[in-house]
């Protein structure tokens, strides 16, 4: 269950990123409050999980979930560039946390 909360609160990461951009310094009222609620919901669901988990692993992930999903969202949707070398290190910080993940964490 805790591993559930960490994988949530990595997708709510992404939604608070992407609305942090789409809220143009907290100019726009709609993307500034949804990015507090992104972010409020992010943070809570981690330290939820963080009550059962080891911090390095839950929080690798919970980066990794937010930092590959932000910018496969950006590709995708916002007109980021796409390109080899960023799918490839998109790629290498999922293995990365997948890796870190198994690599023993206690709980």
């Known amino acids: 269950m805790a591993w559930l909360l960490v ?5 709510l990461e ?4 992407v609305c942090l951009k789409l809220s143009h310094g907290f100019t726009r ?6 990015f507090a609620c992104f972010a409020l919901g992010s943070f809570g669901l981690l330290t939820l999980s ?4 080891d911090v390095g692993p839950a929080y690798a992930v919970w980066t990794g979930i937010g930092a590959a ?11 980021d560039l796409v390109s080899t070398l ?7 910080v999922i293995f990365g946390v ?10």
Do not use: C, D, E
Not at 14 to 17: E, K, L, S, V, W
Not at 50 to 53: A, G, I, P, V, W
Not at 71 to 76: C, K, L, R, S
């Open 14 to 17: 992404t939604g608070f990123a």
């Open 98 to 107: 997948i890796g870190l993940q198994l690599s023993g964490s206690s709980h």
């Open 69 to 79: 999903g932000t910018a496969i969202y950006g590709m995708i949707f916002l007109g």
């Open 7 to 11: 994988i949530v609160a990595g997708l």
């Open 50 to 53: 963080l009550r059962k988990l």
């Open 29 to 34: 009222l709609w993307p500034t409050i949804a």
């Open 86 to 92: 960023k799918i490839v290190s998109i790629s290498l």
